[in-house]
């Protein structure tokens, strides 16, 4: 079964510092990795996705995320963080190896509440 | 394009009514997807659906139908109510194949239901 840890319940960041929000997963095989952006009652939103090739994965709004296989994490990055960024932040997976009706299914963390402090 | 739309916005039923959570897709997706969304417990996909006439159960399906008759619509079904239902309910939809989205998923604004 694949799962997904978010080790974070919150994180709290002045604005214009650098921010990171952990993801780390298990997976059978290769994994597709994605984040996503909840902001207040409103759906999910995508940021970026993994899916092979280059580690260092770049998505809206100046967020990128670093795909790291040794250490089973895809952390979400921001060199500068902006008071708009404050939300909530879900990471998901999916695992490359699967097939059938099913394998589109994504396991999603149970996510991290952005704050940016002006 | 308007994406991935949900009705009604919000609603309270009453323990033991039924109801029908709506959702509608206009980007010919294949499949489709329904949610809850319970504070600090991230999502719990309830069904799926891989296209019109095929669905499946996903993680916490008891207390729910669904059924998919066209590409564009996946409504889902609460026939009778429990508190433990309360929740927000997020539809979405994605592309499949490998030159689709690889299961990036369009996610609607949500439902939120009360159950007293």
């Known amino acids: 079964a694949q799962s997904v840890a978010q080790p974070e319940d919150q994180v709290n960041v002045a604005e214009g510092n650098p921010l990171t929000v952990k993801c780390t997963y298990s997976?059978?095989?290769?994994?597709?990795l994605f984040w996503y952006v909840q902001y207040p009652n409103r759906g999910l939103q995508f940021l970026l996705k993994y899916i092979t090739g280059d580690n260092l994965v770049k998505g809206s709004y100046g967020f990128e995320a670093e795909f790291n296989k040794s250490q089973t994490s895809f952390h979400l990055k921001k060199p500068s963080a902006l008071v708009s960024d404050s939300a909530l932040y879900f990471c998901?997976?999916?695992?490359?190896?699967?097939?059938?009706?099913?394998?589109?299914?994504?396991?999603f963390g149970k996510g991290t509440k952005l704050s940016v402090i002006p | 394009n308007a994406g991935v739309t949900q009705t009604p916005k919000f609603r309270i039923l009453k323990i033991g009514q039924s109801m029908t959570l709506q959702c509608t897709q206009d980007?010919?997706?294949?499949?489709m997807y329904w949610y809850r969304q319970d504070p600090g417990m991230g999502l719990k996909l309830i069904y799926y659906?891989?296209?019109?006439?095929?669905?499946d159960k996903g993680e916490v399906p008891n207390g729910y139908n669904v059924s998919r008759s066209t590409t564009e619509d996946f409504p889902l079904r609460l026939e009778l109510a429990a508190p433990s239902q309360t929740s927000v309910y997020f539809c979405?939809?994605?592309?499949?194949?490998?030159?689709?989205?690889?299961?990036?998923?369009?996610f609607g604004p949500g439902t939120r239901l009360l159950v007293l």
């Open positions: 659906s891989v296209g019109a006439g095929i669905t």
């Open positions: 997976v059978s095989g290769n994994p597709y």
């Open positions: 998901a997976v999916r695992s490359r190896g699967t097939s059938g009706a099913g394998s589109y299914q994504l396991t």
């Open positions: 979405a939809s994605s592309s499949g194949g490998t030159s689709g989205g690889l299961g990036t998923q369009y």
């Open positions: 980007m010919n997706h294949n499949y």
